[in-house]
């Protein structure tokens, strides 16, 4: 089992950041990649970032250029720092881990951006 824990979210005016961190616990060895989600109200869960223990990253279109997901392997943590947020950033952000065939997700954190 791998546990996750997020933390970071909370509440930005436009155009300012915020930085969230999950960090793994557990069989962490199992882990072939980490990311982040977010589901705002009404929609369907979606891909924001994710990075591969290579160190591949991907990203949403909505967020390139303003998001960046970082790792610190020696600390299982994952980052995901977000600049220039917007109101359609609101949503709660969630952490998946995968590999082997699993996945994992944390409790999620909210970040609401005011306009």
């Known amino acids: 089992q791998v546990q996750l824990v997020e933390s970071g979210g909370g509440l930005v005016q436009a155009g300012g950041s915020l930085r969230l961190s999950c960090a793994a616990s557990?069989?962490?060895?199992?882990?072939?990649?980490m990311g982040w989600y977010r589901q705002a109200p009404g929609n369907e869960r979606e891909l924001v970032a994710l990075?591969?223990?290579?160190?591949?990253?991907n990203y949403a279109d909505s967020v390139k250029g303003r998001f960046t997901i970082s790792r610190d392997s020696a600390k299982n943590t994952v980052y995901l720092q977000m600049n220039s947020l917007e109101p359609e950033d609101t949503a709660v952000y969630y952490c998946r881990a995968y590999g082997f065939g699993l996945e994992y997700w944390g409790q999620g954190t909210q970040v609401t951006v005011s306009s």
């Open positions: 557990g069989r962490t060895f199992s882990i072939t990649g």
């Open positions: 990075v591969t223990r290579g160190g591949t990253t």
